[in-house]
Each structure stands twice: as C-alpha cells, then as structure tokens.
C-alpha cells in the first residue's frame, strides 16, 4: 500500500468527554474540524492524550468511525494500537477494520518490563500482523523501560513496514545516537513538545504534540519556522511558549489539555478515573499564561 509520510505538525488529540462522563462525540468532531481548519498535517488518535486506556472497545470504533469519515482522507491519522499483551495487539490489528488509518502508533510494552530482546520480538510480530506503516513509541518514563537506539535501528532494518518513531525519552543524547544510526528514510517524530525544537534541528520531521489540542497554530507556526530553517524564529516562539509546556503536565497529561480546552469553550474539564482534573490553583496559572499569550 501506498505510505502517507507523517510530517509537520500532529497532534495528540484528546477524547472529550460529557459532565455524565460518556465520550462527548459532538467534541470530539468539532474538535477535529478545528485541527483541519488550522492546518495541522496528522491526527494521532488513540494515544496517552486520549485517555485509551479507559476507552471501551465499543467506544473506540465508534471514535475511529467518525474520526475518519469527518477527515475522509484530507490528512494522515495515526492510530495508537499497542500494549504489553503482545498477543491482544496483534490480534487487534488482525481483526479490526482499520481502513481509513493511515499508520500505526505502537507504544513500547509497559509494566512488564520486557528485555531488549523482548520489545524486539514483541515489535516484530507486530509488524507481521499489519501491512500499515508502525511508529514505534518509546516512552520510558511511562512504561518503565527504554527501547536504545540500536533495538529501534534492528527493527527498523528487518520490518519494512517500520518507519519511525515517536522520541519520548526526553533524552536527547540518546536521540542525537539514534539520528546518527539509523537508516535513511526512518522518521523521527519529537514526543515532547518543549524538545521539538531540539530534535527538528538534529533531523527530527516534525512532533506528535499534546499542546497543539488548544494551540494548534501556535504550534504550527513554530512547526514551520523549524521546516523552512528559521531556528532563531523557532527558539523564539518556543520561549514564549515554554510557561504553558510546563502548565500542561504539572498535574499530568491530559489534565492540563482538557483545563485550557475548557478555558477556550472546547470542551469539559472532565477526565476518566484514575486521573483527575488539574487543581485550581494550576487552572488560575492556565488562565494568566493564555491571556498573556
């Protein structure tokens, strides 16, 4: 099949969710009409942002469906499918209609704390199960293990259908190896947003980014200066930025995307247990840091 590159500007869009606590549906399209009235260049959905892991499977079809018919192909979705069952995942990807999805975002395997030789192998049945394009995402500060460069360079020689990666390590040493290693035509995408600068520079194409679900433009903007080697521009924009990157994940992500989507009227500031909304004493620094923006 033909391969949609994911570059630029993506987002990591959130799952609205009703004061009754249903998935808000409505939301979510308006929110994805946002993303292609803006110009952001991919959809991620189904990632950490979205809450998936307390989505049914009921209501993550559902999501999917609408989410593709209202895109109908004007932009590339990513979909996340991963988790540290390795055979629930590639039966997901066996069974699951997922025409209309672009590529693959597949997180590291979390809690089980799996050897290197254990995400490779988890990795490669995965890719076996799919002909779409995979991302692989190494996260470590949520899954508890780290995926070194040379595991993500293995895999991406043997898998064809793996492509790139979503860098969440926040590691940027580790990064700069991994640019330095691995085969042309494998794509990094930044994880974090206040690191896109520095891994745009080091040959990244562009971010999966949890601040473009309120701020979709600013960050685009800050996308584009980085594409056309404006990095003085970037670094500048990434600056003023800087006090809303750090609001977003003091009480942990999505907490601080739902509280300045409420604040702009886009949805409720409603998460699913475990996690909680943001405090009010962030909510007041939220609302400060967007007035001044």
Do not use: W
């Not at 745009?200 to 600013?218: D, T, Y």
């Not at 056309?228 to 990434?238: P, Q, V």
Request: aromatic share 6%; with cysteine; proline share 5%.
């Amino acid at each position: 099949m033909m391969q949609k590159r994911l570059t630029g500007a993506g987002v990591a869009i959130v799952t609205p969710f009703t004061q009754a606590g249903e998935v808000d549906y409505p939301a979510l399209e308006a929110l994805v009409q946002m993303h292609l009235d803006c110009g952001t260049d991919f959809l991620c959905v189904h990632g950490t942002t979205g809450e998936t892991p307390t989505l049914t499977i009921e209501e993550k079809r559902e999501a999917r469906k609408r989410i593709i018919k209202q895109v109908n192909g004007r932009i590339p979705i990513m979909l996340g499918v991963g988790g540290n069952n390795t055979y629930a995942v590639v039966n997901e990807l066996k069974t699951e209609d997922l025409s209309g999805i672009d590529a693959i975002l597949s997180i590291v395997p979390y809690y089980n704390k799996p050897t290197q030789e254990g995400m490779y192998c988890h990795f490669k049945a995965i890719a076996q199960a799919t002909e779409l394009p995979i991302y692989l995402y190494n996260v470590p500060g949520r899954t508890g293990v780290n995926m070194l460069p040379e595991t993500t360079v293995r895999l991406a020689r043997e898998c064809k259908n793996i492509v790139g990666l979503k860098a969440a390590s926040g590691n940027l040493q580790q990064i700069s190896h991994l640019m330095d290693i691995k085969p042309a035509g494998f794509d990094v995408l930044s994880g974090d947003d206040a690191l896109t600068v520095d891994i745009m520079k080091m040959g990244g194409v562009g971010v999966i980014s949890v601040f473009s679900n309120a701020f979709p433009v600013e960050l685009i903007k800050l996308v584009r200066a980085m594409q056309a080697g404006n990095t003085e521009e970037a670094r500048r924009l990434n600056c003023k930025y800087q006090e809303l990157y750090r609001l977003l994940f003091v009480d942990g992500n999505p907490a601080g995307a739902k509280l300045a989507l409420n604040i702009l009227g886009k949805c409720e500031n409603v998460l699913r247990l475990p996690l909680v909304p943001a405090s009010s004493a962030v909510a007041e620094e939220m609302a400060r840091a967007m007035e001044a923006l």
